[in-house]
């Protein structure tokens, strides 16, 4: 049986392996290191989901260390590394795809897609994968390593939106043939809780850049309060509101064009509902600075910078917020 392979098991990685391991699919979790190999197999492989006050432990996954030598290919391969780790994680397996392999792309922020497909892939006589990319929704917090918490998503109608970044001469049609998409992706949309949906690349970016700012709103400034989402704006939080609101003002103006029909309230409106629906959720961003680990933050806020800059938009919070994120990391010991 075809398998899936995971790159990156932190929180979303463990969550589609989980719900994919449930529902009986062959997964198998690509480790960085020999130390990593050996805790897994301490928890007996297994990875622990808690969701709704409810906890289950799903065993019997595969595991292999990403450079132990095996060039057997690789047909299905999810990449949930964070965005500012892809590119170095998915060098070291790319020998093992080719053009025939299927990647879904699931980080914070934009611009990873790109630096994939040009840093991997820009000669005229390499043909790529193809490269699915997903706007994950799921609000889902990693305990311990393989041991997460499902705190929304699961009852989301829009919790998950999977799109084909287009590539020069390669199909854009989501498609190897026009009525069988690929083998992943077919498997990721027969699975009810995880709520996905496939969508034109066009309807994907407009959702792109929707989760870019609730990212670049709530996990910074969540992150600088050092506080669950719900610090943002608990007792109507004026600061945190009104620097959400900063945020969100300039991500408008270097934006608008792609996202016909919303306002800065309306957007607004938007962050302020979902920081609230996963207002007991620790973001991405708080989870590496507790653990002294490199934020995303120059593919969130960092990203909003770059447009910015090329098309001369004030993006002086924006800039703000990615200093002081750097500048946290700096203090670590």
Request: hydrophobic share 40%.
């Amino acid at each position: 049986m075809p398998g899936i392979h995971i790159l990156g098991t932190g929180a979303i990685g463990c969550h589609l392996g989980a719900i994919l391991k449930s529902h009986k699919n062959k997964v198998t979790l690509l480790l960085r290191s020999k130390s990593h190999f050996e805790d897994f197999k301490n928890k007996q492989s297994s990875i622990t989901y808690h969701c709704q006050g409810k906890s289950k432990v799903i065993t019997d996954f595969d595991a292999n260390v990403v450079d132990d030598g095996n060039m057997e290919p690789i047909d299905s391969l999810i990449i949930a590394t964070k965005a500012n780790h892809t590119f170095d994680a998915l060098n070291r397996v790319s020998s093992r795809l080719s053009s025939k392999s299927t990647i879904l792309l699931l980080q914070n922020g934009m611009g990873v897609a790109e630096e994939l497909v040009e840093n991997l892939w820009s000669s005229q006589n390499t043909m790529p994968p193809t490269i699915l990319v997903g706007v994950n929704r799921h609000a889902v917090e990693r305990i311990e390593p393989y041991s997460i918490c499902h705190h929304s998503g699961y009852n989301d109608p829009d919790a998950l939106r999977i799109g084909q970044f287009p590539i020069q001469g390669q199909s854009s049609s989501l498609v190897k043939t026009v009525n069988q998409p690929p083998e992943l992706l077919q498997k990721i949309l027969g699975i009810p809780e995880l709520q996905a949906k496939q969508v034109s690349w066009e309807e994907l970016r407009i959702k792109m850049y929707k989760k870019l700012i609730v990212n670049a709103c709530i996990n910074p400034v969540a992150s600088l309060l050092m506080s669950k989402n719900i610090g943002v704006i608990k007792h109507g939080n004026p600061g945190g509101i009104a620097m959400m609101r900063a945020i969100c003002e300039e991500a408008y103006d270097v934006l608008k064009d792609g996202l016909p029909g919303e306002t800065v309230d309306s957007l607004l409106d938007m962050v302020l509902a979902i920081n609230k629906e996963a207002g007991e959720n620790v973001c991405s961003t708080l989870q590496d600075i507790r653990a002294k680990r490199l934020t995303e933050i120059d593919y969130i806020n960092g990203y909003i910078c770059k447009l910015g800059y090329e098309k001369n938009v004030n993006v002086r919070s924006n800039q703000a917020i990615v200093n002081l994120i750097h500048a946290k990391e700096v203090l670590y010991d």
